[in-house]
């Protein structure tokens, strides 16, 4: 093989799409010319280092929606209904509370309580206060059970709302493949780029949580002053 | 579901076959374009532009199992479109470049900032920008093909196909892109070590 012929293979060699034959007279004459060979290294570490550029994850997904017969508005008004409905956060939020104020009967005050990326934490801290207090132990019972039953909470609430959401995003875009034939007629600017609402959704999810969060830490404070 | 079975079925009028074609093929059209363009915000762009025209093209497509291959083709032109229009915006010249690629490489460690991890991410994110940028600077034949194979992970035969050229050609343009590439990187005078260490 003479070094043209070499250089000429190399693609193939490098993408491993050639045959034994050939690989086996181009990797001999490798062991026999260091210039080809230098140029194959060369190669192979450019190749190398290609490889290391990540796929990248796009900044938000996109879907493609047929809004022909409705309004911008009334599209709006659709996505808006996708949000989280407070029925479902409101009963959990009023067994959670009712928790919390057995926890602050039993004189646990000053309660900080985290949601943080779905992840549940609560802090607490006792006054010294001349009124008996639980012990260690029941105190510590008592902060497990509750941080247990207000996780198991929020995960079922997060479950729920989501399933909800997922089940109106489906109708939402089954309602308008109905009307696909009319797509062709509308303007570019018709097309719905879904990823953005959904992100907002997801947004709004958090927010409401955090709101939740919010409203606990009043309560409690609320309470723990009325006591003092 | 098969590409084919999702065009089936939007042709035939399911919108949501469309958009889980859209779901499975937006990241590699997006990340072609990020890598062709160089940029995050015309990349996105290209890739929305690129689902809106496939959406209208798609019942011209003949040959359903090449979806892949033509999506592609609809990318690389928008990207050709891109560039013509941004040669128009802005030029920034080599030297202001590569001063600074240098200087940030030699300085290997942050005033203040220590540990192995915080270096190494460091360099990850120098070489990847290194790598983008020295992309960016082989004539843009060279470039379609290197992302093409490398990172899109095409057979020749298959890109031959999309750009309407012999598959010669497309071996000659890679191979004349990697040694490119390769050249660019040694100008710039990279530190072997802090880009070769993990390989
Ligand atoms: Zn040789």
Redo the contacts between chains.
């Keep these: 093989m003479t070094c043209e012929q070499a250089?000429?293979r190399?693609?193939?060699f490098?993408?491993e799409?050639i045959d034994a034959a050939t690989r086996q007279s181009l990797e001999a004459h490798l062991q026999t010319c260091s210039e080809c060979r230098q140029?194959w290294e060369?190669?192979r570490?450019?190749?190398?280092?290609?490889?290391?550029?990540?796929?990248?994850?796009?900044?938000s997904?996109?879907?493609?929606?047929?809004p022909p017969r409705r309004s911008l508005a009334e599209w709006w008004r659709d996505a808006r209904n996708l949000l989280p409905q407070s029925g479902w956060a409101r009963a959990a939020f009023g067994t959670v509370a009712a928790l919390l104020m057995a926890i602050v009967a039993a004189s646990i005050v000053n309660l900080h309580i985290i949601y943080d990326h779905g992840r549940f934490e609560m802090r607490a801290h006792l006054f010294q206060s001349p009124a008996p207090v639980p012990t260690p132990e029941l105190q510590e019972q008592l902060l497990t059970r509750l941080r247990r039953e207000m996780s198991d909470y929020i995960a079922e609430i997060h479950a729920a709302e989501r399933a909800a959401q997922e089940e109106k995003l489906d109708r939402i875009?089954?309602a308008?493949?109905r009307d696909?034939?009319r797509l062709?007629q509308q303007r570019?600017n018709d097309?719905m780029?879904i990823g953005q609402e959904l992100d907002a959704i997801h947004r709004v999810t958090h927010l409401q949580f955090g709101e939740t969060n919010q409203m606990l830490q009043q309560l409690v404070q609320q309470i723990s002053f009325q006591e003092r | 579901m098969t590409d084919d079975q999702l065009i089936e079925q939007f042709l035939a009028?399911?919108?949501?076959a469309?958009?889980l074609l859209?779901?499975r093929w937006?990241?590699?059209i997006?990340?072609f374009a990020?890598?062709f363009l160089g940029n995050?915000e015309d990349a996105?762009e290209v890739?929305?532009k690129t689902?809106?025209k496939a959406?209208?093209k798609l019942h011209t497509l003949k040959d359903r199992h090449k979806f892949n291959t033509w999506l592609h083709q609809i990318a690389l032109n928008l990207c050709r479109d891109e560039n013509k229009r941004r040669r128009r915006r802005t030029f920034i010249s080599l030297d202001q470049i590569e001063p600074k690629w240098q200087s940030r490489l030699e300085k290997k460690t942050l005033p203040g900032v220590e540990g192995a991890t915080v270096e190494k991410a460091l360099q990850?994110m120098e070489?990847?920008q290194i790598?983008?940028q020295a992309l960016e600077r082989i004539p843009e034949e060279q470039r379609t093909v290197?992302i093409l194979?490398?990172?899109q992970g095409m057979?020749?035969t298959e890109i031959a196909e999309l750009l309407g050229i012999s598959v010669n050609t497309v071996?000659s343009r890679?191979?004349y892109g990697?040694?490119a590439?390769?050249k660019i990187?040694n100008q710039w005078n990279i530190d072997r070590e802090a880009?070769?260490d993990d390989?």
């Design positions: 250089r000429s190399f693609m193939d490098l993408y799409e140029e060369g190669l570490e450019t190749r190398a280092l290609l490889q290391k550029l990540p796929q990248l994850e796009p900044e997904r996109l879907a493609f929606t047929a875009l089954t308008f493949a696909i034939e062709e570019e097309l780029l | 009028g399911n919108l949501q469309f958009n859209v779901w937006q990241k590699p997006y990340n990020l890598r995050a996105h890739t929305q689902f809106i959406y209208k990850q070489l990847q790598l983008q290197v194979k490398e990172l057979k020749f071996k890679m191979y990697l040694n590439l390769r990187l880009i070769y390989l």
